[in-house]
Structures are given as C-alpha cells and as structure tokens.
C-alpha cells in the first residue's frame, strides 16, 4: 500500500511540475483543491517569503493573517526545508 501511495503521490508532483502556464496551473488547482485550500496554502507561501525577508514573528502574523502554530511550521521548512528557501529567496 506504501509504494502504491509513494508512485500516485510522485505522479501528482510530475503533473505540477509540468504544468507551466498559470492558467493551466490554476485550473489544476481548482480541481484538485478547495478554495480555502488554495488560500492556506498561498498564505503559508506568503509568510514564508516574508521570513525569508528577515520579518520578525509578530510582523508576519500580522502581515500574513497566519497563526502561530501555522507560522511554527512554516519557520520549520524555511530554515531546514528545501522548498521555501530554493523557490523563494531573491525573488
């Protein structure tokens, strides 16, 4: 059941990282999300960029409309993730 899980979970990152225009990106998403996924998962990616910015906790917060335990995690993957920092930083 676990490499069954591993190969449909590797064919979801495969079809995203093929999809390159942001229309096809967005309709992808409509599909495959709720709205309200959607906005969790942008608001995480905003706080992120902020950290990465060098804003403090409490901006964040503030900023990003994001809960402490949500921003906890977040913080997580930004400082030893490999997504946020690679994707984000510089941009």
């Known amino acids: 059941m676990e490499q069954n899980q591993n190969s449909k979970i590797e064919a979801l ?13 967005r309709a992808l998403f409509d599909d495959l999300c709720t709205r309200k996924e959607v906005e969790n998962m942008a608001e995480r990616v905003f706080a992120a960029k902020l950290l990465l910015d060098g804003k403090t906790y409490n901006q964040v917060i503030a900023e990003a409309n994001i809960s402490s335990a949500t921003l906890s995690r977040v913080s997580q993957c930004v400082q030893y993730g490999k997504g946020y920092s690679k994707l984000l930083k510089n941009k």
Do not use: G, H, M, R
């Not at 990152?13 to 990106?25: F, G, M």
């Open 13 to 25: 990152y495969l079809l995203i990282a093929k999809t390159t225009d942001p229309e096809d990106v």
